[in-house]
């Protein structure tokens, strides 16, 4: 990115901020209160919103910004309908990373000292392997790690992290302390979030865990209920444990895998077949199965065969209903903490093999379309991932298309491992399932759109994965099986369910990546007892399922998404042993972690402002309510609407009813905003636990959720590593806080990521500073603005479109497009203003200029809040404009807008022609420039276009849209009036096409809804001027030749360009001090005064109003030009030159002569003008 000539336009925007800011804080604008039951307040719809509380381990950074600005983007557009708006914050501490990054910290300490002095980087033994390239789709609940890596890069210590972050040895020492953190992060995420403007009640913000006692007590209220109503229970779950240690290894254990979750997989069993080999002749018998661990269950009905390592030891184990397994030795160990083996955390082991030995067994697979498959090499399986043994999809995986195309190439590759052509040359890939863009054989496509050759290209090979697999789950559709027709994403679990409960496979869990616990055990995934919530239950489920409907989701397919998550959703932990948080109420050795207290706690920013507003910890009780005031029964008081008044409550009633009210008047949520990732964990949980916790009251449900996509930094992700990285303040100071909104208003706004780009910022803040600079000079020109009626067609058409623009901007506001409102609302509204200043001749309105800056300002606000509360202030306005009331409109006048484009298409087409007329002409150095035109305006179509677009009209309407081209060829060819027409009549039908994709349907009317003429000659001085030519007629085409009835059709004006005869005069201003110098300008016969004024109104810019221009003559034309000038009276021996009066030329004798009151009176070749 180029640097920055300077930054004054910024730092004027900078300033304006922090005023508007102050003046916000200073008025309390956004602290919103329960109206009084009754009151004219009360009346009002409200509009509750709330954004994901984010981690306090850190600064805010630009991903954070961009969801969160579609709840500040929403709550100022409600503000302006007339809604009354909450939008509180909250800042999240429960979990692992403060206390890991603080244990951390107090670790390297011990280890290295204060400050720390660390071992240089090539001596660091690398501990921890490098991670799959296997592209997952997961659950986003599991673990942060990517997270964490995008953000500190590669530094490896924790003291670096900190150090990265600008803080100093002595304030990083701090950091080894939990609670400092809890106290440092709060404030500067205030901070930041009030810099770009956030319209947010600061008196209902806190901070989770025991920290605050009045969060604490509120989340151990609603685990006590959840668990009263049989929604928490306990059982064994899977998670990282030490064997070695004999227990669960939590973050603050390891020694590497910070953030580590379990990784689920899909364990498929397949089948040997005898004869089996010799080490294995003791199995006979026995049910014996190679057992591959797979992440895309729905992918085997593609299965060409199974994948073996040469040299990898594998081993043959008992597994605890009798059978036998095949795989690593780790993928065993594995194995054994989940209950697959007889004996928990023991492997019997029958045999050790060498995948060489395995090669070119007979197996049975599930689900695949082969009978039998066979075991074939891969050199490129990993033992420290999965079982070792891989299940091959050609069609839709790259890897396995590439190895077994290496495998039918290489006839040497097949004898080296003793691999026979029938076990490979008869296999070839199953299509499955069909992505848009790579077919239904995804694998082969992107392999040769990559150019990989074979099964070691490593890196295209990953960067095949990444483009197919993810777009695969999101967008496959399945081709076979029960599930035919359906979306990957919404059957893989129903496939992986259904191969499990016909014995075809198993659920195997092995950590993300490699976890080394501090004691330098490698750490496995085992089936431990825990808490957890019973998401999942049927009936639970079922009222979750009935209330989606009536939550507005804004995106079809996050409601898709939503319906599969609920559809495999079960279990989740709820506890933790350690981190921050909030004890288990009935079992206080585990902690409530980060998912689980984060489900409802929407309900307590309605009353939190009054239990300690003005603290984020709970230290400030503005009406001296204390935390253990807060019993059971009182916080049912508070939320349950049936609930009795507490028996037992110092508490007064008034206040008791006051909390109560507060809740009552603001639920339920009307829209929660987060990213997509949160809608298979955080959100779904959502739902679940409000239904759960109201179960028979539903209009405490929520009632929207908005999910985005991520956020891109100029096309690429965001990483500190990279240097691609901006943080919150950083794009507050980089970019002002209302360009920064600007541009992330403009970044998108589907599930698809959206992308920031600093250059288009950049441009966003010109363009903001220039609407400012233009409104200053509109006000001190204002006096000078046209005024009276504003009827003329331009102004017309103007306010009209300024009508639609407002409307077209609510509409996208509502659906909370903000991109589209953007579009509309700043690009396409300055658009129409910079139209109705060039097309308007005699000048901008200044009613309806000042009507723009109103409206212009107010339906900008809610993304330019700033900068439009500056505007509305220099506008001289009562209030803030976010309290202000959303512009109204009268009806749209389509009609005439559409008159107004037309001038404007047809202004350009004569710009066009007039071009290529003078290009072509260039080498004619004689060809003069044309003076005037024809224009020839078409009022009915020929009859050969009017019957393609009645016979177009019937085809479109028999099909519901066009049918092939082909087809309307064919149908062409037979009407007998278009047979000589033929070459023409598809140009013209692709044509009909495009102006129907553009237009609508009405493209195919045979006639327009106004009068073409009409608009042509409102408009004539506009056209002359926009052209630079001095005359224009307009003529229908009855009277044209058949080579412009040809050229021309309705809407499609035709011009012609001529050159007419002049005579050159030469203007004088006789006025001293006034700027104006002489002129020579054409006259030509029949010119008037008002032909003569435009005329010199376009040559001399300084004249702005040509009405306001006066010529004289010479009483003597020949004398006169040669006296010198009475500068007492400058106008003696001058005449007026009357408005009706009319010019003759006599361009033979070079002679002007003005025709008036029947004498004709010769000029001579000098005139003068005044002002």
Known sequence: MTARKGTAKLNELLDIEQFVQESWKRDKVFESDAPALGSDEAKKNKFFVTFPYPYMNGRL????????????????????????????????????????CADKLKNEIDDFGYPPKFPPEEDVEEVEKSPSTEPVVKDKAKGKKSKVAAKTGTLRYQWQIMKSLGLDDEEIKKFADPSHWLKYFPPLAIKDLSSMGLKVDWRRTFITTDANPFYDSFVRWQFIRLKERDRVQFGKRYTIYSPKDGQPCMDHDRSTGEGVGPQEYTLIKMKLVSPFPEKLKSCEGKSVFLVAATLRPETMYGQT??????????????????????????????????????????????????????????????????????????????????????????SDSPDDFAALRDLKNKKALREKYHVSDDMVLPYEPVPIIEIPGYGNLSAQNVCEKHKIQSQNDADKLAEAKNEVYLKGFYEGIILVGEHKGKLVLEVKRLIQRSMIEK???LIYMEPERQVMSRSADECVVALCDQWYLNYGEENWKKEVLSHLPNVELYSDEVRKNFGASLDWLHEHACSRSYGLGTKMPWDPQ???????????????????????????????????IRPEDMSLGVWDYIFFKDSKFPDKTIIPKDLLDRLRHEFQSWYPVDLRVSGKDLVPNHLTYYLYCHVAMWPDDSTKWPRGIRANGHLLLNSEKMSKSTGNFLTLSEAVAKFSADGMRFSLADAGDGIEDANFVEAMADAGILRLYSYLEWVKEMMAIKDTLRSGAADTFCDQVFASEMDKGIQDTYASYERMSFKEALRTGFFEYQAIRDKYREVEIEGMHRDLVFRFIDTQTLILSPICPHLCEHIWKLLGKTGYIVNAKWPETRPVNEILIRSGQYLVDAAHEFRIRLKALQQSKKKAADVEKPTHGTVWVAMTYPPWQSLVLTKLKTLYEGNNGFPDNKVISTEMGKQDLLKKYMKKVMPFVMLVKENVAKNGLKALDLTLDFDERLVLEKNLSYLVNTLEIEGIDIKTTESADEKIKEECCPGKPFIVYRVEPSVSIRLINPQPCSGLFQANLPIFDGDSVAKISSRLRRNCKQIKDGKRIKLLRYEDPILGPRRLPNLDNPFAGKVEIGDDDVLAVDTGAKKIVLKGNKVANDLGLQLLYVI
Request: proline share 4%.
């Open 61 to 100: 950074h630009l991903g954070h910004t961009f969801s969160l600005s579609k709840c500040e983007f929403a709550s100022g557009f409600q503000r302006l309908i007339g809604k009354r708006c909450l939008f509180p914050f909250g800042l999240h501490c429960t979990g692992m990373p403060i206390k890991a």
């Open 590 to 624: 585990y902690l409530i972690e980060s998912l689980s207290d984060s489900t409802i706690y929407m309900a307590y920013y309605t009353v939190c402002h009054i239990l300690h507003g003005g603290s984020v910890d709970g230290s400030l009780r503005p009406f001296g």
């Open 305 to 394: 065969n199974c994948w073996l390592h040469p040299t990898i030891k594998y081993i043959a184990f008992s597994v605890a209903n009798g059978d036998v397994f095949i795989s690593t030795r780790r993928s065993a160990r594995n194995m054994s903490y989940q209950g697959i083996t007889a004996d928990d955390s023991k492997v019997s082991v029958i045999a050790e093999l060498l995948g060489q030995e395995l090669l070119g067994l007979k197996l049975k697979a599930p689900l695949t379309s082969f009978d039998v498959i066979y075991t074939l090499p891969m050199l490129t399986i990993k033992e420290d991932k999965g079982t070792g043994v891989v299940t091959s999809v050609p």
């Open 503 to 505: 014995g075809d496979a």
